[in-house]
């Protein structure tokens, strides 16, 4: 097994299943924390080559492969939001970083982390987070779109099928994911390219990974464990290669992740500043272009050289903010507006968010051994370290190649939750010490329990499909509004799933509306109740597929799809 570190690559447009070689336009924007990007391909050709965009609003040089993740609004303009490279020399309080960590609000945010002002500046411009992220994609998706029509004849463009990706970070919860997808959709949709396709950053990032590593002997068997560290998040990824021409993965374990991205070590490092020169200088000196100058020095010169297990003459880095009037205070390693960053600070800005990537690679590792020593593998004790395995320039490409369907696929993978609905059940003795509710209709106490239809770490097959039965009965005059019928998807992240629901153990993942307000009336079972009465039952199925990154819900009645279902997450 190998466990495969690598550094933020812009390997996030995922894989694409493509079942012909029928020549489409493919597009992938990897939305990050810090840095986003677009790339296209035409899968069609003999050799799909990738194109990155590398021309940006703003920008001061051609060829970036990434425009920043930075967006402002301002009212009194004609413009009503400026965003990417127009806002990389700005120091307005204003600006807007950092979005992509708000969509998910209930991701634990680590306490070593500082606060920083966009959710701030979110309430003073009374938006959501998922407003402001729908305006930058929106913005850098037209942008693309724009090059991408510019470079090729429209009788070319025209009728080729096109297909957009998005990455997610697989430690996103389910309605995360969703509110995004309907962001994405929206926008796509404005432009004419559908359908959407999520896929999970990590996974991506492993199909690329390992395609890179083709000439490494590899063989069927290799486990790999694979941390994508980005800005905002960093991922955790375990895969076992099933079939190496053309490579098959299959997800060993589930993912683990947490924020602990590139971005809170600039956080970090932003708090250092305020520690040394007090609050009322770092108010004034957040404002001044010095304090940009001197956070881009650090981000591009200082990070990147920083290494916990050398020991350099050159391990002191002098951080300079011109102009900014400082006051010297040698105790605090300021002089000559000059911040003498040390060893020493550097290690205790870097330490926390080690130490917890660290947890995880062992977590996961640990988890792949456990899985292969019950599988009765036989190098399940084995484990081999790679690193920088990808160039990170050239990544940017290469993921967009890994959605051509001759390249890689994953076969499965491993859920990182319990899934299912809730019901009433005859109370028995089994449920001693649990609420009683009287059934009148059945004439018996009765107990609310589980029915658990995904576990956590089961296999999970891209073609599997789970059916949920439900039922309803209505009245002969039934009305049309009553053939919406909504069921609560229940999830649960305990170790073992719980038999009954309750807080802290279950919690709602999403409630499920069913419309069937078109469907055939002949479909619906006549039945005569106990008084006499005529009534309809209406049997059906809530089908439950699973992608890369989400669940997607259908319906069916007598094994036919019938009606629609729309998810509303909690």
């Given at each position: 097994m190998q466990a495969v570190t690598e550094r933020k690559m812009d390997s996030t447009f995922g894989v694409l299943n493509i079942a012909d070689d029928e020549n489409k336009l493919v597009i992938g924007l990897d939305f990050g924390t810090t840095y986003s990007g677009v790339a296209y391909i035409f899968t069609g050709t003999e050799k799909p080559e990738p194109i990155a965009i590398t021309e940006w609003p703003g920008a001061k040089e051609v060829n970036k492969a990434k425009v920043p993740t930075l967006i402002s609004y301002d009212d009194s303009s004609d413009q009503p939001f400026t965003w990417g490279y127009e806002l990389a020399d700005s120091t307005s309080a204003s600006k807007i970083e950092g979005i992509k960590l708000l969509l998910d609000p209930n991701q634990p945010k680590p306490l070593y982390v500082p606060q920083n002002n966009t959710r701030v500046e979110l309430q003073r411009l009374g938006r959501p987070a998922i407003d402001v992220a729908a305006d930058y994609m929106t913005a850098i998706y037209k942008h693309a779109l724009s090059k991408i029509e510019g470079a090729w004849p429209e009788e070319y463009l025209q009728p080729l099928q096109k297909k957009f990706i998005l990455s997610v970070p697989a430690i996103w919860s389910d309605k995360a994911k969703d509110s995004t997808f309907r962001v994405l959709t929206s926008a796509a949709k404005k432009a004419g390219i559908l359908p959407i396709q999520l896929v999970k950053e990590p996974e991506a990032a492993a199909l690329y990974t390992l395609r890179c590593m083709k000439d490494k002997a590899l063989k069927v068997g290799d486990a790999f464990v694979l941390c994508d560290a980005g800005g905002?998040?960093?991922?955790?990824?375990?895969?076992?290669?099933?079939?190496?021409?053309p490579l098959e993965l299959r997800e060993l374990v589930p993912g683990k992740g947490g924020l602990t991205g590139s971005l809170m070590i600039n956080r970090r490092f932003e708090e250092a500043i305020k520690n040394a020169v007090g609050d009322e200088q770092y108010i004034a000196l957040r404002k001044h272009k010095s304090y940009r100058i001197a956070m881009q020095f650090f981000d591009e010169a200082v990070k990147p050289a920083f290494n916990p297990f050398e020991q350099r003459e050159d391990d002191i880095h002098y951080v300079n903010f011109p102009m900014a009037d400082l006051k010297d205070d040698p105790a605090n390693n300021i002089a000559s507006n000059c911040f003498s960053v040390t060893r020493e600070i550097l290690k205790d800005i870097f330490a926390p968010l080690i130490a917890d990537i660290n947890r995880l690679v062992e977590e996961q590792v640990s988890a792949v051994r456990i899985k292969r020593m019950e599988e009765n593998h036989a190098e399940a004790k084995e484990i081999k370290v790679g690193q920088n395995l990808v160039p990170i320039k050239r990544s940017h490409k290469g993921s967009v190649l890994s959605q051509v369907p001759r390249e890689a696929v994953i076969t499965s993978t491993v859920a990182t939750r319990h899934y299912g609905v809730s019901a009433m059940w005859a109370y028995g003795p089994e449920d001693s010490g649990q609420p009683k509710i009287w059934q009148p209709l059945r004439e018996r106490d009765e107990v609310e329990k589980m029915t658990w239809y995904i576990y956590t770490g089961e296999d999970l097959r891209r073609e599997k499909r789970i059916s949920v039965n439900f039922y309803r009965t209505l009245g002969h005059n039934f009305t049309e509004n009553e053939l919406l019928f909504k069921d609560t998807l229940i999830q649960s992240e305990a170790m073992w799933a719980p038999i009954y629901p309750g807080k802290g153990q279950t919690t709602v993942n999403c409630v499920l509306t069913a419309d069937f307000k078109d469907v055939p009336r002949s479909n619906f079972c006549q039945l005569t109740?106990?008084?006499?009465?005529?009534?309809?039952?209406?049997?059906?199925?809530?089908?439950?597929?699973?992608?890369?990154?989400?669940?997607?819900?259908?319906?069916?009645i007598n094994g036919k799809e019938m009606g629609s279902v729309e998810a509303k997450y909690e």
């Open positions: 905002g998040t960093v991922d955790l990824i375990s895969y076992e290669i099933t079939r190496l021409d109740s106990r008084d006499g009465r005529t009534v309809y039952k209406i049997s059906y199925d809530l089908v439950v597929t699973y992608d890369s990154a989400v669940m997607k819900f259908s319906s069916e």
